[in-house]
């Protein structure tokens, strides 16, 4: 990597933290003012209401990013259209909480936005040997592609500086891939706005958080990583389907576990519960910060062995991903995250 290009991310990152960590307190001022403020309840880890409109600023980081740094295009248009639907479906949630159906209908056309006017589309896939075209059910696959990105983040943002955390390694590993791959196209250039983005809200989501993202940007940091995971398949920097979810595993861990759970027990897949992984190392005693932390470690191996799938050896990078699956499952053996152990 040149001098001029690590200085050009540096750039990238530093500028779009600053902006970010300078914006969150007026944002503050705003949650307070409009009444988006998360609550405590029998669910939830915090005990004083919080601001819960953060996801604005790092929207507000990647405008701002994307006229600083980026370019033009029909699919950077239809980036920015469908983000904005997604902010403002977000912002209604937070002000006045939206139905489950509500929620998808916006979800749905930011994505329809991206895929029939972007023509982002997941076109074909390689994994352990196998290589697919989808043909004409690419349209169908991308939609819920990125609809099942969305609402993984959105399941996972229920820890101080969680969903940031995880979202950060996610830009990182896909950037530090992009580099060595000498992959430098729109995907790279969003990677490090938002990562810098991220990083200067984490100085005030991290715990104990001044501001939560809220549904504004849960949905929207899942609808940013669906996208540059996409743009990585046609830039070549994500060489398989198994990439973008490897790198951000625990959320879509996460979300499997709740949906087997909730089925298993006979109740709609979008009740909520005190079941998730974060709540089942919270039950393990391990405080608020360390079970951010044990997380994000764990994504973080996820992240690394995805780098070493890609740029170094892929037999090893299976031989890591299968060691990780059995950390997984003695997990979900140990604990309540998919069937409830009988208490004794």
Not at 146 to 153: D, E, P, S
Request: glycine fraction near 8%.
């Amino acid at each position: 990597m040149s001098v001029e290009l690590l200085n050009k991310i540096l750039l990238v990152i530093v500028t779009c933290f600053l902006f970010v960590y300078i914006l969150v307190p007026v944002i503050k001022k705003v949650a307070n003012h409009v009444g988006a403020m998360d609550i405590p309840n029998n669910r939830k880890v915090h005990k004083v209401p919080i601001p819960r409109l953060g996801g604005l600023a790092i929207f507000a980081g990647f405008l701002f990013g994307y006229i600083v740094f980026g370019t033009h295009s029909d699919v950077m248009t239809s980036i920015l259209i469908g983000s904005f639907i997604i902010i403002i479906t977000g912002m209604i949630d937070d002000i006045k909480p939206l139905s489950a159906k509500v929620k998808l209908l916006g979800q749905l056309a930011a994505t329809l936005i991206v895929v029939f006017h972007g023509q982002v589309l997941l076109q074909s896939v390689s994994a352990f040997g196998f290589y697919i075209n989808f043909g004409w059910l690419a349209y169908p696959i991308t939609i819920i592609f990125i609809l099942a990105f969305i609402n993984c983040m959105n399941l996972i943002d229920g820890l101080d500086g969680l969903a940031t955390g995880i979202s950060s390694i996610f830009f990182l590993t896909v950037g530090i891939i992009a580099i060595f791959k000498n992959s430098h196209g729109l995907d790279f250039t969003l990677c490090f706005i938002m990562l810098g983005s991220c990083l200067g809200f984490l100085r005030y989501n991290a715990n104990p958080a001044q501001i939560f993202m809220g549904d504004t940007g849960s949905m929207f940091l899942g609808f940013i990583i669906s996208i540059i995971a996409l743009l990585g398949f046609k830039n070549v920097t994500m060489t398989s389907i198994i990439i973008p979810f490897m790198i951000i595993a625990i959320p879509f861990l996460d979300t499997i576990f709740a949906i087997i759970r909730r089925v298993l027990k006979n109740e709609s897949i979008t009740k909520p519960d005190k079941l998730h992984i974060h709540h089942q190392l919270l039950n393990m005693n391990f405080s608020h910060r360390k079970t951010v932390i044990i997380i994000c470690l764990i994504d973080a191996l996820f992240a690394f062995t995805s780098i070493i799938y890609v740029l170094v050896d892929r037999n090893l990078g299976y031989l890591l991903y299968g060691i990780l699956l059995i950390i997984v499952i003695i997990f979900i053996i140990k604990t309540d995250v998919i069937i409830e152990h009988k208490k004794k």
